[in-house]
């Protein structure tokens, strides 16, 4: 090879690899490109679906406390049909319990969706964002969290801001019902049914609620004024009558369902695991009516003392001869109450009670069942 013929060789080398080093970077620059748009896609949909999820547990809320507050007050007695509203405002004297219920409603929906952030942003809502309307039979209350660019509050985006798209729309939807057609309780293994072992007098029960807003209760050593139960168990005559005995009972596992509820562990006999009036609804629940001991009413009382000011289920019954000829109580419905004060005096315990409204997700309904004024199921439909 000539001198000349080599210098071109050389040259053409070195142009080759020029030329293949130019494809190169113009490779890496694409590639490096898309991979970081579809870093940016990904970020962006990360942080729209971390928005949604605090949107729906804020809608979810926002929801579940409204519909806790859509009683209807006109099955209570008409001087506690205010029971559980706030004081009468001075410039809206002319309210009435309808119209107070429902501004309370509305007060509580935005005050629990105000607890809740969505992508570092308040979550606001007004009377717009919420509906009521009946769902077979259950009050229902439906709650829409919205982010949009109509409202001047969409989810921001990190990357798509620079290419123009610095918002997106979000809008949650979520329904909660409230149905009083409370017959029983269901207990489980992570939430005990919130129902005591005691059961209150039907007659004492309505006599003094028709006139007062505070119940007085009477536990003796004789079991005249009150009937107290503990342990759930099958009755030997009827596998579908369910009687509670605590005759059988430790007092420390009486003062523990005081304090907590009535376990699942105590409900192994019953087929549904659950506390109901009964298995069949025309037999309602029998308990036995066994006299409690001096030491036991101090415990009791020593429990009370503790629940004070906590709502719990109360059973209401009245007494009638068990299949052995023994006194026994019929449960016929739930209450719910809070304890104010008790006190032990010998052989007697009395405790003042004050009526309340209690909604939880562990009450069983039943379509056709009459409406109870003080229980009811307050769930997510949606």
Known sequence: MTVMGEKNYMLGVRRHHRHAKGLTTAGLIVGMSTLLAFVAVAVD????????????SAADAAALAGAAELWDRSLLPPHLQNLGLPAVDSAHQAQTVPERQMQHCVTRVCKYAAMNTVGGQAVTLTEDDMSFNDRSGAV???VQASFTEQRGNPVSRVVGGALGLAGADLRIASQAVLDQRVYGFVAST????PVLPIVLDTDLWNDQVATSSIVTIQIATDASEI?????LCSMQSTAATILIDHREIAPPTLVDHILSGIRKSDLVNLPSQSIALSQDPSRPLDLSTPTVSTATLRDVGNALHTIAGQPRVWMLGGQVTDANDGVA????????AKVLACSVDGERLTAVLQPCLYSTSTALVRTGQPR???LAKVCLVQ
């Open 329 to 336: 109580c019929r449960v016929t419905s739930f209450v719910a």
């Open 140 to 142: 229902a209350m439906t």
């Open 227 to 231: 009937i107290t139960g503990a342990r």
């Open 372 to 374: 109870n004024p003080w």
């Open 45 to 56: 949909l990360a942080i729209l679906q971390s928005c949604e999820t605090e949107a729906r």
């Open 190 to 193: 992570t939430a005990r049914a």
